[in-house]
């Protein structure tokens, strides 16, 4: 590492991310199906089709997985609740032991020092809701209203923060226009209505957890550079700034402006449900922080065919093991904008960053430089940032542990801990041991 904890700001907090399906084992505890559960077993859909069954098995070594937290030295950890493991039927009665585990999961983190940062929903819909549409349907901001109002109501009172949703493009547009995640929808209209539905379900949970009298609550968006893939050529500009409205600023707008880019609604409009529009004083409810989940920057051409003609074209920068490019910079921009145009009021957190990688067990080692590489690169990005004026306070790293990495399944490692999934065993790589370093409190 070529920096430590000192040459951030006093107060800068750093952490590490996990979320639920992808390491507790949904097998486990009184968790019921999952819309990924259906998804992974129909084939075609994921790497050998694997699913979340055992994962890394966090439900019963959740003791473990936090020691290591602990010693990596960092502030907070960012984890998941998941909806089908607190109530099986979606909505109803709750499982006990799922209120159980997380009750005791975070009482484990406020024993070890850390900071729970919570996020209600990564991606493990009940099946049950599904069923019933899932995202399409409207009548979700009041199931995960519900959800938010039984977790909340057993932990909020000892989490540091919470957000409601995980990454809103990858729960509507990845997962309803493109496919490649549960429910595995191909079609234009289910996506204009979960990408709504999702921002309100969001805004709902923020008031249900006001009404709580929950403090530090948040929103957690990904985000991706689109560049042109040819910068002279006007119909690529055009297809890449589409591409940016899809992704970004249909979220980020919606949310903090209260509308949606005029690009996206010359595709969306006809299918998004009525009265869309009166639904803006629920979705843009105050927030005290914004996370910003960043890995890649894309390369985009226009394409023929229907909104939203484009195609993405391979970039020549270095790629990790997921075959998405390595481009620090666009972190620092996005940072940039998002304090500038979206947010200013607000703090902002990097609530996910990090790298897969083929990293391998040799002789009881893992040495993953090139991770250590991708965190330095896109720290120093941070560090720029916050000379820039910018009002980050806290950069997490996806993941702490090896994990189900969904569509793709136990293959692309993200890990600072190596786990073997056969054993279960966890091994930290390099990266850990030199992060741990490079985190030591003074004095400490
Ligand atoms: C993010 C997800 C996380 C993980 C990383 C690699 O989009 O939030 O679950 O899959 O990507």
């Given at each position: 590492m070529t920096w430590t904890r000192n040459d951030f700001p006093e107060g800068f907090l750093f952490g590490a991310a996990t979320s639920s399906y992808q390491i507790e084992g949904h097998g486990m505890g009184g968790a019921g199906p999952t819309h990924w559960d259906s998804f992974a077993a129909t084939p075609g859909n994921v790497v050998r089709a694997e699913d979340g069954a055992r994962a890394c098995d966090h439900y019963t070594r959740w003791p473990e997985d936090l020691d290591l937290l602990r010693d990596l030295n960092v502030d907070i950890y960012r984890f998941s609740t998941s909806w089908a493991r607190v109530l099986p039927e979606g909505t109803g009665t709750p499982n006990p032991e799922g209120l159980d585990f997380y009750d005791r999961l975070v009482d484990g983190m406020l024993e070890r020092g850390l900071k729970p940062a919570a996020t209600l929903y990564h991606w493990e819909l009940p099946q049950p809701l599904a069923d019933r549409g899932g995202w399409r349907n409207r009548d979700i901001a009041g199931w995960f209203a519900e959800f938010t109002e039984t977790i909340m109501g057993r932990i909020g009172d000892r989490l540091w923060s919470a957000a409601p949703i995980n990454e809103p493009w990858c729960v509507s547009w990845l997962s309803h226009f493109e496919g490649h995640h549960a429910p595995g929808m191909r079609d234009i209209r289910a996506t204009a209505r979960a990408m709504h539905h999702v921002l309100l379900a969001h805004g709902r949970a923020i008031e249900v957890m006001r009404g709580l009298g929950l403090s530090n609550l948040g929103g957690v968006f990904n985000l991706e550079w689109a560049d042109p893939a040819d910068p002279d050529n006007p119909a690529d500009v055009a297809a890449a700034a589409r591409y940016d409205a899809i992704y970004n600023r249909f979220f980020l707008g919606g949310v903090f402006q209260g509308h949606y880019p005029a690009e996206v609604?010359?595709?969306?409009?006809?299918?998004?449900?009525?009265?869309?529009?009166?639904?803006?004083?629920?979705?843009?409810?105050?927030?005290?922080?914004?996370?910003?989940?960043?890995?890649?920057?894309?390369?985009?051409?226009?394409?023929?065919?229907p909104w939203p003609g484009l195609t993405e074209v391979q970039g020549p920068l270095p790629k990790t093991q997921m075959g998405w490019e390595v481009c620090p910079e666009a972190l620092y921009r996005f940072i940039m904008r998002v304090a500038n145009t979206h947010a200013p009021d607000l703090p902002i957190y990097v609530t996910e960053n990090g790298m897969a990688n083929a990293d391998r067990l040799q002789g009881g080692v893992i040495d993953d430089p090139e991770r250590l590489a991708y965190l330095d690169a896109h720290l120093a990005q941070c560090r720029r940032a916050i000379a820039d004026g910018a009002d980050l306070r806290g950069y997490i790293i996806w993941s702490l542990l090896d994990n189900y990495e969904w569509a793709l399944g136990y293959e692309k490692r993200f890990g600072l801990v190596h786990v073997d999934f056969e054993s279960l065993k966890r091994t930290p790589k390099a990266s850990y041991h030199a992060l741990e370093r490079a985190l030591r409190r003074k004095g400490g």
């Amino acid at each position: 590492m070529t920096w430590t904890r000192n040459d951030f700001p006093e107060g800068f907090l750093f952490g590490a991310a996990t979320s639920s399906y992808q390491i507790e084992g949904h097998g486990m505890g009184g968790a019921g199906p999952t819309h990924w559960d259906s998804f992974a077993a129909t084939p075609g859909n994921v790497v050998r089709a694997e699913d979340g069954a055992r994962a890394c098995d966090h439900y019963t070594r959740w003791p473990e997985d936090l020691d290591l937290l602990r010693d990596l030295n960092v502030d907070i950890y960012r984890f998941s609740t998941s909806w089908a493991r607190v109530l099986p039927e979606g909505t109803g009665t709750p499982n006990p032991e799922g209120l159980d585990f997380y009750d005791r999961l975070v009482d484990g983190m406020l024993e070890r020092g850390l900071k729970p940062a919570a996020t209600l929903y990564h991606w493990e819909l009940p099946q049950p809701l599904a069923d019933r549409g899932g995202w399409r349907n409207r009548d979700i901001a009041g199931w995960f209203a519900e959800f938010t109002e039984t977790i909340m109501g057993r932990i909020g009172d000892r989490l540091w923060s919470a957000a409601p949703i995980n990454e809103p493009w990858c729960v509507s547009w990845l997962s309803h226009f493109e496919g490649h995640h549960a429910p595995g929808m191909r079609d234009i209209r289910a996506t204009a209505r979960a990408m709504h539905h999702v921002l309100l379900a969001h805004g709902r949970a923020i008031e249900v957890m006001r009404g709580l009298g929950l403090s530090n609550l948040g929103g957690v968006f990904n985000l991706e550079w689109a560049d042109p893939a040819d910068p002279d050529n006007p119909a690529d500009v055009a297809a890449a700034a589409r591409y940016d409205a899809i992704y970004n600023r249909f979220f980020l707008g919606g949310v903090f402006q209260g509308h949606y880019p005029a690009e996206v609604l010359e595709g969306l409009e006809p299918h998004l449900p009525q009265g869309w529009q009166d639904d803006f004083a629920t979705i843009t409810q105050p927030l005290d922080w914004v996370g910003l989940n960043y890995y890649t920057r894309k390369l985009i051409a226009a394409a023929p065919g229907p909104w939203p003609g484009l195609t993405e074209v391979q970039g020549p920068l270095p790629k990790t093991q997921m075959g998405w490019e390595v481009c620090p910079e666009a972190l620092y921009r996005f940072i940039m904008r998002v304090a500038n145009t979206h947010a200013p009021d607000l703090p902002i957190y990097v609530t996910e960053n990090g790298m897969a990688n083929a990293d391998r067990l040799q002789g009881g080692v893992i040495d993953d430089p090139e991770r250590l590489a991708y965190l330095d690169a896109h720290l120093a990005q941070c560090r720029r940032a916050i000379a820039d004026g910018a009002d980050l306070r806290g950069y997490i790293i996806w993941s702490l542990l090896d994990n189900y990495e969904w569509a793709l399944g136990y293959e692309k490692r993200f890990g600072l801990v190596h786990v073997d999934f056969e054993s279960l065993k966890r091994t930290p790589k390099a990266s850990y041991h030199a992060l741990e370093r490079a985190l030591r409190r003074k004095g400490g």
